[in-house]
């Protein structure tokens, strides 16, 4: 089968290649998926890099765990291992799991779901990473209730475009934070309000919010504040910064910070399970929830994916198509 190896670390068109290599054998517990799209988030452009160093423990401290790229899939079953009872041949499928950008994957049973029919292939890949930590940072750490007003900073990426869907499904006013060619999209996600972050500064604008939700920032905490309800929740999605930390230092700032002020400081580390995957697919068949696929790439284009993503271009979710 074609899949895209990674060997090493460093930027995407450099260290991941389209190569032929074994489709992957099945264990009793395993289903063997015929990738047809498989999404891209800013996780893969970390593994790819090996960043931020801090992390390496998880990806491989000198070289990948894994040599075949990708994290999240959807398409149809192809095999099942002998106890496997959910799934069976022909099956449409999607959800979570390492290698997913190749022709065919190795999935555990449990790190997937019956793709629900109201969507497409691309559209149910783009969910499992970035679905699970909108859901995460919205519904968990956020714990938004209808009525609280809320504000998505990164509204238009990949897991900013969930999160203001999910807020609205859970019967929220929400006020989305984006660039100028990404106001359009994220009214169409059903955003209440859109603010233009290059010409208007939200933590400077008066407003207040009960839940912030911050993604991939680097806004100080103090800033971030300003635009919370005297006890309002700030949840910190990632970020950016160093090589060595990235986002995790102001996280860790954060988290110092948070038993010495009435404002609830909460970070995000995003646990994937069947749960939640299932619980993202009823939003889906259900309508509340739209995948917003940005561009789609080929699996020969993969690293161009993985880079364009990484340098914080991508508008929705990035998808490869195989």
Excluded at 40 to 66: C, F, M, N, Q
Aim: aromatic share 6%; charged share 25%; hydrophobic share 45%.
């Amino acid at each position: 089968m074609k899949a895209i190896i990674h060997t090493r670390f460093g930027p995407p068109e450099e260290v991941l290649e389209l190569r032929d290599t074994d489709t992957p054998a099945i264990g009793d517990g395993d289903v063997l998926v015929r990738v047809r799209a498989a999404a891209v988030a800013k996780g893969d452009w970390l593994i790819s890099e090996g960043l931020p160093y801090i992390a390496r423990p998880s990806y491989g401290l000198r070289t990948p765990k894994h040599s075949v790229a990708g994290l999240e899939l959807a398409g149809v079953v192809e095999a099942v291992g002998a106890d496997v009872t959910r799934f069976e041949q022909g099956d449409e499928v999607f959800g979570w799991g390492n290698g997913a950008l190749a022709e065919y994957a190795a999935v555990e049973e449990s790190r997937l779901a019956p793709k629900p029919q109201a969507v497409t292939f691309e559209q149910a890949a783009a969910v499992p990473v970035s679905g699970f930590a909108a859901l995460k940072a919205v519904r968990d750490k956020g714990e938004v209730q209808p009525g609280h007003e809320v504000l998505v900073i990164g509204a238009s990426g990949g897991v900013g475009s969930f999160a203001v869907q999910i807020a609205k499904a859970l019967g929220s006013e929400v006020t989305g934070v984006c660039s100028t060619r990404n106001v359009e999209l994220v009214r169409s996600l059903g955003a209440d309000h859109v603010i233009d972050y290059t010409g208007e500064d939200v933590t400077e604008n008066g407003r207040r919010y009960d839940v912030v939700i911050d993604i991939a920032g680097n806004r100080p905490l103090s800033r971030l504040r300003r635009a919370l309800t005297p006890r309002g929740t700030l949840v910190i999605v990632g970020g950016s910064g160093g090589r060595g930390t990235m986002g995790f230092g102001r996280t860790i700032r954060a988290m110092l910070l948070a038993p010495f002020v009435r404002h609830r400081l909460r970070s995000l580390i995003s646990s994937p399970n069947p749960e939640d995957l299932a619980f993202l697919a009823e939003l889906m068949e259900s309508g509340r929830v739209r995948p917003a696929v940005g561009e789609t790439f080929p699996l020969d284009e993969a690293a161009a994916a993985v880079a364009l993503v990484g340098a914080g271009r991508s508008r929705g979710k990035t998808v490869v198509t195989v």
